[in-house]
């Protein structure tokens, strides 16, 4: 007995090549698979090295001046001699004269790509003009590219509004680059916070003294 139904084209069409195109969607699918797999490898891969490079910033600690010990040099075998003043403030006033306290730290950074420079002084004077503390007690070197920090903290208010750093450096040779010596203030209370930088300025006249 024989069948006289007629089917559709499409039917016929895919008696003939269905099982060309399942093979074909088949293999697109197993592409699919590996190219997200990989892509999924690759992204943990990156993750992981991404941690594993990562370093949390360190909580500031003093620096130890035995790590920058300036060996066989001393201060008059330096002939370039230079100091900066550079203004810091411990508080400013906001809302009528109330005081906001702020942490301050002295940044002293020597950006001469290929020489060394040398601090003899780091001095923190108050508002008054009366020296508070020293922070270094020898000559210390910085090597290039290298920055020492010191840090006045948010409770230590001795300096007051218009305490400042007294900063002597020296270098070998006329030709090093004058280190890049500044403050940075920053204040937070509540969900409100303040941030700002002073440069330093140099003093020729304290080396007159």
Do not use: C
Request: hydrophobic share 40%; glycine share 4%; net charge negative.
């Amino acid at each position: 007995m024989s069948d006289d139904r007629e089917y559709p084209e499409w039917f016929l069409w895919f008696t003939e090549h269905g099982v060309r195109v399942l093979i074909l969607l088949a293999l697109a699918f197993v592409a699919f698979v590996y190219v997200r797999s990989r892509s999924n490898t690759e992204e943990r891969l990156l993750a992981i090295e991404d941690t594993v490079q990562y370093q949390a910033p360190r909580s500031y600690t003093p620096p130890n001046l035995d790590a920058y010990a300036a060996a066989d040099v001393s201060v008059r075998s330096l002939p370039v001699h230079q100091a900066v003043y550079v203004p810091v403030y411990s508080h400013i006033y906001y809302d009528g004269g109330r005081p906001y306290l702020l942490e301050a730290m002295l940044s002293v950074r020597n950006v001469d790509p290929k020489r060394s420079v040398y601090v003899s002084a780091v001095e923190y004077y108050d508002t008054n003009g009366k020296l508070s503390k020293r922070f270094i007690d020898r000559l210390i070197k910085l090597d290039a590219l290298q920055t020492i920090e010191f840090l006045v903290e948010r409770h230590d208010v001795t300096g007051g509004s218009g305490a400042n750093f007294i900063v002597e450096w020296h270098a070998g040779t006329k030709d090093t680059h004058a280190p890049l010596i500044e403050a940075v203030m920053v204040g937070r209370s509540g969900t409100n916070a303040i941030s700002f930088v002073r440069k330093s300025e140099p003093l020729p006249q304290w080396m007159a003294d």
